[in-house]
């Protein structure tokens, strides 16, 4: 088995010359052969042992093995503890996704404490199986159905080319003691029910089931690879990028039979579920205005295109600006000046400045954003109109929507539409004798 460790270490590139491993060290079989593998082939590890208080005495048991062993081969020894129930409930998580969590974060605090290169886990081929059809029965995808990676950032796996056989095996030949864990015989947990009943009913449907489920995990492990990098191309192709607005045409969406697909592996990435992602294909070219968040993005369904665009902070308080500020902390950058119409001034007309007689001004002035039923004068036009028909005649998206700001006088008039147009009524006329200026800055 040494020599199978090795070649397999080498093939997925995952322990350097020189590299140190923080060693996960449950105290079972699977982490202690994991163990002796490392101590033979001399990569310098630290061990990092989870007290998770689950089984009472056995889990100090536990502890104390671990300790033992540390100090056994002079091996440096981490020991965390954790009040796992009360963690799963505050989070509304299983015991198992609990674990999970708190040992993965502990794992990696540590690797960075003690400068440690990578983190060694001791998952195995049997693991992959049981994970394999954890994953089935909750509807996963190719992504899901590959299983877990050799190597995955700073997470590696080196035993997860051999079998639960094989490591047993290694540890009678090799006289490795061991932590039995008597939950693992109890199929209380999903995955205690795949391995004790379900994997058994496979071995006796075949003699070589397990190896052919093992050939299947790889190959469909090849196939996400190339997968994602045929989707990367393709998205490439169809999303359109306006400054922070990522829009695709409905157009790009007709595949056949991989619509949903392709809608979905788009909006995954940045946190759309499932869920979300089937409403917003049914919503479709129907749904025109329908807004769908993920905790990072806003969606919305345009006339001809979906808009994504990154949810950026509202500011929910009117920022007041006092005369005499030349610059305010906002989540946009104003410059503000006075000056004096000579008879050499012009007006600038860039859409980033806006002139404004300084007379009709009234202060302090108000920054916010825009609201159904505002209304204004827009540059050129002698009525008013809502603004909210100013963004349909500008062709704005929603999410452009979401972005604007308005400058309002103390009398609540809009006098620019920060960026796009300033209300008629403060223009610079001739018998203007002060401007005001209001600059938009990078």
């Given amino acids: 088995m040494l020599e199978q460790f090795k070649a397999y270490v080498n093939r997925c590139n995952l322990i350097?010359?020189?590299?140190?491993?923080?060693?996960?060290?449950?105290?079972?079989?699977?982490?202690?052969?994991?163990?002796?593998?490392?101590?033979?082939?001399?990569?310098?590890?630290?061990?990092?042992?989870?007290?998770?208080?689950?089984?009472?005495?056995?889990?100090?048991?536990?502890?104390?093995?671990?300790?033992?062993?540390?100090?056994?081969?002079?091996?440096?020894?981490?020991?965390?503890?954790?009040?796992?129930?009360?963690?799963?409930?505050?989070?509304?998580?299983?015991?198992?996704?609990?674990?999970r969590d708190l040992r993965y974060a502990w794992f990696e605090e540590l690797r960075q404490q003690l400068d440690c290169d990578k983190i060694a886990v001791a998952h195995h081929a049997d693991d992959q199986a049981e994970t394999f059809?954890?994953?089935?029965?909750?509807g996963a995808g190719l992504r899901g159905l590959k299983g877990m990676q050799p190597k995955n950032g700073v997470i590696i796996r080196p035993l997860l080319w051999a079998s639960r056989e094989q490591i047993h095996q290694h540890a009678i030949e090799n006289q490795i003691l061991w932590r039995e864990d008597h939950?693992?015989?109890?199929?209380?947990?999903?995955?205690?029910?795949?391995?004790?009943?379900?994997?058994?009913?496979?071995?006796?449907?075949?003699?070589?089931?397990?190896?052919?489920?093992?050939?299947?995990?790889?190959?469909l492990s090849a196939e996400n690879e190339l997968y994602r990098e045929l989707l990367k191309g393709k998205l490439n192709q169809i999303v359109e990028l306006d400054g922070g607005l990522q829009s695709v045409p409905y157009s790009a969406f007709n595949i056949l039979n991989s619509e949903f697909q392709l809608l979905f592996e788009w909006l995954r990435?940045?946190?759309?579920?499932?869920?979300?992602?089937?409403?917003?294909?049914?919503?479709?070219?129907?749904?025109?205005?329908?807004?769908?968040?993920?905790?990072?993005?806003?969606?919305?369904i345009g006339r001809n295109e979906l808009q994504l665009s990154e949810i950026k902070p509202i500011v929910d308080e009117e920022i007041q600006i006092e005369v005499g500020e030349e610059e305010i902390a906002s989540p946009i950058h104003l410059r503000f000046s006075h000056i004096e119409k000579s008879s050499d001034f012009f007006i600038d007309k860039s859409p980033i400045v806006a002139m404004l007689d300084a007379d009709k001004v009234q202060f302090p002035l108000i920054l916010r954003h825009w609201r159904h039923g505002d209304r204004f004068h827009p540059l050129g036009m002698k009525g008013s109109k809502l603004l909210s028909d100013f963004f349909v005649d500008q062709k704005f998206t929603e999410a452009q929507k979401q972005n604007v700001f308005l400058l309002v006088s103390a009398k609540n008039e809009i006098l620019w539409v920060v960026g796009q147009r300033i209300d008629d009524r403060f223009k610079v006329t001739n018998g203007t004798k002060s401007v005001f200026v209001c600059r938009l800055e990078d």
């Fill in 16 to 99: 350097a010359e020189g590299e140190k491993l923080i060693l996960a060290l449950s105290g079972g079989i699977d982490s202690m052969v994991l163990a002796d593998l490392l101590l033979k082939t001399k990569v310098d590890f630290t061990v990092a042992h989870c007290n998770f208080h689950l089984r009472g005495e056995e889990s100090d048991g536990d502890e104390k093995f671990v300790r033992e062993f540390a100090e056994k081969y002079g091996v440096q020894c981490f020991v965390k503890h954790f009040d796992t129930e009360k963690y799963a409930e505050k989070e509304g998580v299983s015991i198992e996704m609990a674990a």
């Fill in 133 to 138: 059809f954890i994953n089935l029965l909750r």
């Fill in 183 to 219: 939950t693992n015989a109890e199929s209380v947990y999903l995955r205690n029910k795949i391995r004790n009943q379900l994997l058994p009913i496979f071995d006796e449907l075949h003699p070589e089931a397990r190896q052919g489920l093992y050939k299947s995990l790889e190959h």
């Fill in 269 to 300: 990435q940045y946190g759309f579920n499932t869920d979300q992602c089937h409403f917003i294909f049914e919503a479709m070219e129907t749904g025109i205005g329908n807004k769908y968040f993920s905790p990072t993005h806003q969606l919305v």
